[in-house]
């Protein structure tokens, strides 16, 4: 059996997930749009890892 480190379950709680199907989702690169829209609200590009789902958009930056 395995244990998670202080350091590795930082890194699962602060998973982002899916809004449709919460998931676990990969940052992708920002388009030309998301990056003018971060001057005025910090986004982040994201991709739902579920095939099912493929959900993609911008979430705030935490």
Do not use: E
């Not at 059996?1 to 997930?17: G, I, K, P, Y």
């Not at 829209?37 to 993609?56: E, H």
């Amino acid at each position: 059996m395995t244990t998670l480190s202080t350091a590795d379950h930082t890194m699962v709680s602060n998973a982002r997930r899916c809004p449709l199907c919460h998931g676990s989702m990969n940052r992708i690169p920002r388009r030309f749009i998301d990056l003018v829209l971060s001057l005025f609200t910090p986004v982040q590009r994201y991709r739902c890892r579920s095939m099912k789902c493929d959900w993609v958009g911008n979430l705030p930056v935490k």
